[in-house]
């Protein structure tokens, strides 16, 4: 793969890499796109709800019960594993080349493959909190938790909650501080997997400043103008082809 071997060739003359990556990256884990997930219509409430929806804070507060189930039925996926792609990156921290990954997605498979310096935006569904007391529980927790679909504090009874960023929340103040630090200092950012057309996620790509900005996604992204780097084929094959080049 030529652009395998171009994306090598930076990586090997970079010292300071960060990876942005979306939904794209998980895919190949067998993840889907949360948006292809579009129009889910509930009998109960007797109307059609698109995923933002029902991923939403006020539909979690107003219907707990339709949420927590299209939660655990479309958006948690227990067999997953990372793939090449995560197993790249994670084998570039090692070699001291990739200093942060700054990710959108929600699954915790960048930690699974070994990444250790991971900025989620969005947060994990691998952490739980009550919504009451606050305290803490794992996905593990939850789901040996008998009372279902929603979920209860041992502690309080509270409903326990997943500790992600739902539509109409904001992002945390800290996590994007530190992601924005990590992108401002990198000589390289590889931006893959994302589409960047969710904000404010995607305009942290503008702080970006150093010399080489690598693009791999398979459709047009707004940072393919001045990208140094565009690729279009899958990011896990992509990204696993590079690290074996380097070696």
């Known amino acids: 793969m030529e652009k395998s071997a171009e994306l090598a060739k930076i990586i090997k003359e970079s010292?300071?890499?960060?990876?942005?990556?979306?939904?794209?990256?998980?895919?190949?884990?067998?993840?889907?796109?949360?948006?292809s997930a579009d129009g889910i219509y509930n009998q109960k409430l007797n109307r059609e709800?698109?995923?933002?929806?029902?991923?939403?804070?006020s539909f979690l507060i107003e219907h707990p019960r339709d949420f927590f189930e299209f939660l655990f039925a479309k958006m948690i996926f227990l067999d997953a594993k990372p793939n090449v792609g995560h197993k790249a990156l994670a084998k570039l921290e090692q070699l001291g080349k990739l200093k942060g990954v700054v990710t959108q997605n929600i699954d915790g498979l960048h930690q699974m493959a070994g990444s250790q310096r991971v900025h989620e935006l969005h947060g994990t569904l691998l952490r739980w909190y009550c919504m009451d007391c606050g305290k803490a529980y794992s996905l593990q927790d939850v789901l040996d938790n008998p009372e279902k679909p929603i979920p209860h504090c041992?502690?309080?009874?509270?409903?326990?909650r997943p500790d992600v960023v739902l539509y109409e929340e904001g992002l945390d103040n800290m996590v994007i501080a530190q992601a924005v630090n990590a992108i401002s200092k990198a000589d390289t950012l590889i931006v893959g997997g994302t589409s960047l057309a969710v904000y404010p996620a995607a305009g942290l790509v503008d702080?970006?400043?150093?010399?080489?900005l690598v693009v791999i996604n398979k459709t047009a992204t707004k940072a393919d103008l001045t990208a140094n780097l565009v690729i279009r084929e899958p990011i896990g094959q992509v990204l696993g082809e590079a690290v074996k080049v380097l070696d």
């Open 15 to 35: 010292d300071n890499i960060v990876f942005f990556g979306g939904a794209g990256m998980s895919t190949e884990s067998g993840i889907p796109d949360f948006r």
């Open 49 to 57: 709800f698109s995923p933002e929806e029902m991923v939403s804070h």
């Open 207 to 212: 702080y970006f400043h150093g010399k080489n």
């Open 154 to 160: 041992q502690e309080c009874g509270g409903i326990i």
